[in-house]
């Protein structure tokens, strides 16, 4: 078993984590307060933290449940047709939530107070977005299924859950290196950015969520 198969089958699920909306918002609006650069980096510290303390849990709980086992093999197919059935119904909720013509977009409450973020409530709301979010939980429970569902060696399962969180952490630290590398003129770049996000948020959510739905449901039925 190569490397490459163990980190191939993670690829789609860290782009699910990496293009969410909402952490990228709120890395972009921290990095418009006084205290930006800090609090973005400690956020993209928190995300990481939270990600690899997330899969690394999860990976151990399927390898105890013989996930990695040949004869396990219909039963995870199942977990994986579970999960995706999972991501389709996320997907319609986030729909549903898309704001009629001439509405608002919703946002987090928690966007409001930024301005006010140490460093460490930043790290701390990296961790809890990253970690903690339903949405995100299925994409790495997914994505330690497939490692684990592999046969690699420990090693490379190590290696592809580092990949997958490594992927998955681009998209909170894009906005981060731009503010580092462009300075004042990234700021409207990243206004651009969160204009957009901001108002497609759950019609991207809706859009990830049901493209990787459907390719785990796939995956898993064509595992029997």
């Not at 994986?80 to 996320?90: A, E, H, I, N, S």
């Not at 493209?211 to 796939?218: A, D, E, F, S, T």
Request: charged content about 10%.
């Amino acid at each position: 078993m190569s490397l490459g198969q163990t980190v191939g089958p993670v690829l789609v699920y860290a782009l699910g984590v990496a293009l969410s909306p909402i952490p990228i918002i709120g890395v972009v609006v921290m990095l418009a307060t006084p205290r930006g650069t800090v609090n973005g980096w400690a956020f993209v510290v928190g995300w990481v933290v939270g990600l690899a303390v997330a899969g690394t849990a999860a990976l151990l709980i399927l390898g105890g449940a013989g996930v990695n086992d040949t004869g396990s093999q219909d039963g995870t197919n199942w977990v994986r047709v579970g999960l995706g059935v999972l991501l389709v119904v996320v997907a319609a909720r986030q729909w549903r939530k898309r704001p009629k013509e001439g509405e608002t977009a919703e946002l987090p409450a928690w966007l409001q107070t930024v301005d006010h973020f140490t460093p460490v409530k930043a790290a701390g709301m990296g961790v809890l977005l990253s970690a903690v979010n339903p949405k995100n939980l299925l994409l790495i429970i997914a994505a330690d299924a497939a490692i684990a569902q592999s046969g690699a060696s420990t090693g490379d399962q190590a290696a592809g859950l580092a990949v997958f969180v490594a992927i998955a952490t681009l998209g909170p630290l894009i906005p981060v290196m731009i503010s580092a590398v462009m300075g004042e003129r990234g700021k409207a770049v990243l206004g651009d950015l969160h204009g957009w996000m901001a108002r497609e948020n759950h019609a991207i959510m809706a859009i990830i969520c049901l493209l990787i739905g459907v390719k785990v449901i796939g995956d898993g039925i064509g595992g029997f």
